[in-house]
């Protein structure tokens, strides 16, 4: 394997102020899920030769970097979130020298290449985890894991009270190699997914060294899947209730945001900085509020943070108003560019998500009003690229995709379906192979089927069908990409300057530039602010008003 340290031109220079500033605060990133993107050998299943040979269509829509969800080798007990072997492809993806191609020829397109990192937790076919049973209490490999002895006379009961996200105890309990009932193992996600014990220095180590890995191939940077996890309370304490995912995301728990992450990405960073082309980190971090995320991205820490809180807003322009201004004011004194997001591999499409009442949550088992959802979500999609900051695409949404609701059970992979009282286990919606082309096996997406059941007509949204079509959706991202990689006034920022506007309108300016957001289901008349640069609904100036149309935005120059 050679290794290639080159990336794309790095698009890093001092600001006025002599601030530093780099690629990653201003870039449109786009997430593909392999399994779902393109298949290149015809197994029904998408993979690393099938996103290579569509750079070029990712390269056209404008973006700036690809981030990969993992393609490690894997049981796939969660869609390759619980990795064996950090090192290799799992084969219904490719190998090595297929990761090196993409990561080659995505340089060469001038795109930069984003992997997932997944430290919270192994599979439980991981080697460590395989020895640590085979070899039995007292094994030192078991030190690198969770393990502890049962509560109650004959340790039958869990050693605390915590909860898995995918439902049911967090805990697992094993057999000795006599057979006889041993301890117990920690798994905040499925029992196939043991979480690292982070104050092991050997696991500290054995992830520095993966990074360097994948640094060594190329890529540009890393999404860490659960970053807010690996850090448990000492004494794993009883958290003292039941329904704990119900309490996800308002109070700091003894398993998630616990404040010894910080010195991992620390150390983390420290690596990142000795390699050319300006490469990143970016937190999965789900915190209780944005200013405990941006904790996440202080200078010497990561790059980036997803924004989750934006990702949850309904469309409301109060609530929409609220979240923005609480974002853009929590990474300002830290110095990192605000993210947003609206779409992802773990929740409803927003084109399904906006078709339904607001209040159900951002994972919905009905496909709503489609006709509604779509336009919100063109008008989302605008809002979100209008701001300052990084955005996020996933895969399909720039073709207006709906979430497949109607999938049959017996079709369904997500594991959190088939387990009791934990996430609604509706994640497959999202996750359906995304079409291509009008007609054909699989609407495009490759030769030998599809692993998840496309729905019918999903060839009238292809990337065929809405290329060159004036109007689509597809189209529209192309022109609103095009646009902020063009107006000065767009891009990387810290804040925006509210106007005046109605009632469930938003409007807000940026240098030379004006958005404005109609958020209410009727149209609206106001002043013009400017001249008409993109739209994501028809709309006629008549002299100096303009009728916004419902659930519509509108992008300026002035």
């Known amino acids: 394997m050679t290794q290639h340290l080159a990336a794309p031109s790095t698009g890093t220079s001092d600001d006025a102020a002599g601030h530093r500033t780099g690629w990653w605060q201003d870039a449109v990133i786009y997430q593909v899920y392999p399994r779902s993107f393109a298949d290149g050998n015809g197994d029904g299943m998408g993979d690393l030769a099938g996103v290579r040979g569509r750079l070029p269509y990712l390269r056209e ?17 969660d869609a390759g979130y619980d990795v064996a072997d950090y090192r290799a492809i799992d084969p219904m993806f490719g ?39 085979t070899e039995g209490p007292g094994s030192a490999l078991r030190d690198r894991y969770h393990f502890r002895p049962g509560k109650g006379a004959n340790g039958e009961l869990p050693p605390n009270d915590w909860e898995s ?100 990405y620390r150390s983390w960073r420290t690596i990142l900085d000795e390699y050319p082309g300006d490469r990143i980190a970016v937190a999965e971090a789900w915190t209780p509020t944005v200013e405990r995320t941006a904790n996440y991205v202080r200078p010497d820490e990561m790059h980036q943070a997803f924004n989750f809180q934006y990702l949850a807003t309904a469309w409301d322009a109060a609530a929409l108003r609220e979240v923005i201004d609480t974002s853009l004011d929590a990474m300002r004194p830290v110095g990192a560019p605000t993210t947003w997001v609206l779409s992802n591999h773990d929740v409803t499409r927003h084109a399904t998500r906006f078709a339904n009442p607001a209040g159900l949550g951002t994972q919905i088992r009905t496909p709503g009003d489609r006709e509604l959802g ?21 895969q399909g949404e720039e073709l207006g995709l709906p979430d497949v609701t109607d999938l049959p059970d017996e079709a369904r992979q997500d594991p959190s379906f088939f387990r009791a009282d934990g996430q609604d286990g509706f994640r497959d919606g999202c996750r359906v192979p995304i079409p291509w082309t009008r007609e054909g096996s699989s609407y495009g997406f490759g030769a030998g089927g599809s692993w998840l059941p496309q729905p019918t007509g999903w060839g009238e949204l292809s990337v065929e ?94």
């Open 61 to 77: 829509l404008g973006v700036d970097a690809v981030w990969l969800s993992p393609f490690y080798a894997s049981p796939q007990a």
């Open 95 to 133: 190998t090595l020298l297929d990761a090196d191609a993409l990561i080659r020829d995505a340089h060469d397109l001038g795109l930069r290449i984003i992997v997932d990192l997944v430290p919270n937790h192994s599979s439980d076919q991981h080697e460590w985890f395989k020895r640590a049973l």
């Open 165 to 264: 996200i995918f439902g049911g105890p967090a805990w697992t309990r094993t057999a000795n190699p006599d057979g006889t009932p041993g301890d117990w193992y920690l798994h905040l996600f499925a029992p196939e997914q043991p979480d690292f014990n982070w104050e092991h220095p050997a696991v500290a180590d054995e992830f520095r060294s993966i990074l360097r890995f994948w640094l060594d191939m190329g890529v540009d940077g890393f999404r860490v899947d659960v970053a807010h996890g690996l850090v448990k309370a000492e004494g794993l304490p009883d958290l003292g209730t039941h329904d704990q995912l119900k309490l996800l995301g308002n109070d700091v728990m003894p398993f998630f945001d616990q404040d010894g992450v910080h010195e991992i």
């Open 374 to 394: 779509l336009r919100r979500a063109r008008a989302a999609s605008l809002l979100m690229l209008a701001l300052p900051g990084s955005a996020y695409v996933y």
């Open 465 to 558: 069908a809405q290329t060159g079509t004036a109007g689509s959706t597809l189209e529209l991202y192309r022109a609103a990409i095009a646009a902020r990689r063009a107006h000065p006034g767009l891009g990387a920022g810290t804040e925006v300057r509210w106007l005046d506007a109605p009632e469930g309108l938003l409007a807000f300016a940026r240098p030379g530039f004006v958005c404005t957001v109609n958020t209410t289901g009727a149209p609206v008349r106001i002043p013009v602010p400017g001249t008409a640069l993109l739209s994501s609904a028809p709309v006629e100036a008549d002299g100096d008003t303009v009728e916004l149309p419902a659930d519509t935005t509108v992008w300026w120059t002035v």
